[in-house]
């Protein structure tokens, strides 16, 4: 599955590049150029890491890290100053930065934090994800629902891996077709449908109740039934 990083970085050549660099290291990549539209996108949508900036319009750096940690965001978070001072870093590490750069620096330097970063967030995972009867072992692929063996295809155990990191949490469309298909929703949304559907059927082969939930106008998400 393809990693996504949102960039929050307002300098109008800083930004871009840093894109297109993290782009051309195979990353999806979303850009925001200032605190309030970052943090907003950081509590939406489903990021691997978060590459932040200090001085932001709108909204500093340390709140936009303090608002994502409040909504229960533990994406790791790289963020990016001018200021090299010691007290600047132990405020970005108690607001939850992860790491901190300061500016300037060499690309590659930034590419082997967010490498450090990603493998971390990896390792800490637990190789087993688990929601209700639903298991799914990450290593051998194998997923469960109660001793019943469900036998997925490629994309659906995508579809179904990517809910199961995100219990409880609405994934829109464009969310799933980025990280399952790697293709802009636009043209998904009847594709994504039909996997859901199949998903779906699969796990509720023998009766069981419905844990992947449709919210009306806005995606899917994994929850108990409602019934």
Same mark, same amino acid.
């Given at each position: 599955?393809?990693?996504?990083?949102?960039?929050?970085?307002?300098?109008?050549?800083?930004?871009?590049?840093?894109?297109?660099?993290?782009?051309?290291?195979?990353?999806?990549?979303?850009?925001?150029?200032?605190?309030?539209?970052?943090?907003?996108?950081?509590?939406?949508?489903?990021?691997?890491?978060?590459?932040?900036?200090?001085?932001?319009?709108?909204?500093?750096?340390?709140?936009?890290?303090?608002?994502?940690?409040?909504?229960?965001?533990?994406?790791?978070?790289?963020?990016? =100053?001018?200021?090299?001072?010691?007290? *600047? $870093? +132990?405020?970005? %590490?108690? /607001?939850?930065?992860?790491?901190? &750069?300061?500016?300037?620096?060499?690309?590659?330097?930034?590419?082997?934090?967010?490498?450090?970063?990603?493998?971390?967030?990896?390792?800490?995972?637990?190789?087993?994800?688990?929601?209700?009867?639903?298991?799914?072992?990450?290593? =051998?692929?194998?997923?469960?629902?109660? *001793? $019943? +063996?469900?036998? %997925?295809? /490629?994309?659906?155990?995508?579809? &179904?891996?990517?809910?199961?990191?995100?219990?409880?949490?609405?994934?829109?469309?464009?969310?799933?077709?980025?990280?399952?298909?790697?293709?802009?929703?636009?043209?998904?949304?009847?594709?994504?449908?039909?996997?859901?559907?199949?998903?779906?059927?699969?796990?509720?082969?023998?009766?069981?109740?419905?844990?992947?939930?449709?919210?009306?106008?806005?995606?899917?998400?994994?929850?108990?039934?409602?019934?």
């Amino acid at each position: 599955m393809q990693m996504r990083i949102l960039v929050v970085e307002d300098d109008p050549r800083l930004g871009p590049s840093l894109k297109k660099g993290l782009e051309a290291n195979h990353y999806a990549v979303d850009l925001a150029t200032d605190g309030e539209d970052g943090l907003n996108l950081g509590l939406t949508t489903s990021y691997d890491l978060i590459v932040l900036d200090l001085m932001l319009p709108r909204l500093h750096g340390y709140e936009v890290c303090r608002e994502l940690r409040n909504g229960h965001r533990t994406m790791p978070i790289l963020m990016l =100053t001018a200021q090299g001072e010691v007290d *600047d $870093r +132990v405020k970005g %590490l108690d /607001s939850g930065a992860d790491d901190f &750069l300061t500016k300037p620096f060499a690309f590659r330097e930034l590419e082997a934090r967010v490498r450090a970063l990603l493998r971390r967030e990896v390792a800490e995972r637990s190789p087993e994800l688990h929601f209700l009867d639903v298991t799914l072992d990450t290593r =051998t692929h194998e997923v469960r629902r109660g *001793d $019943r +063996v469900v036998m %997925l295809s /490629s994309k659906e155990y995508a579809l &179904l891996d990517l809910l199961m990191r995100h219990p409880r949490q609405i994934l829109s469309r464009t969310t799933i077709a980025d990280h399952v298909w790697d293709y802009d929703a636009e043209n998904m949304s009847n594709v994504i449908d039909v996997y859901i559907r199949y998903l779906r059927r699969k796990l509720c082969e023998n009766g069981e109740s419905d844990v992947i939930q449709t919210v009306r106008g806005s995606g899917y998400m994994l929850r108990e039934s409602q019934e």
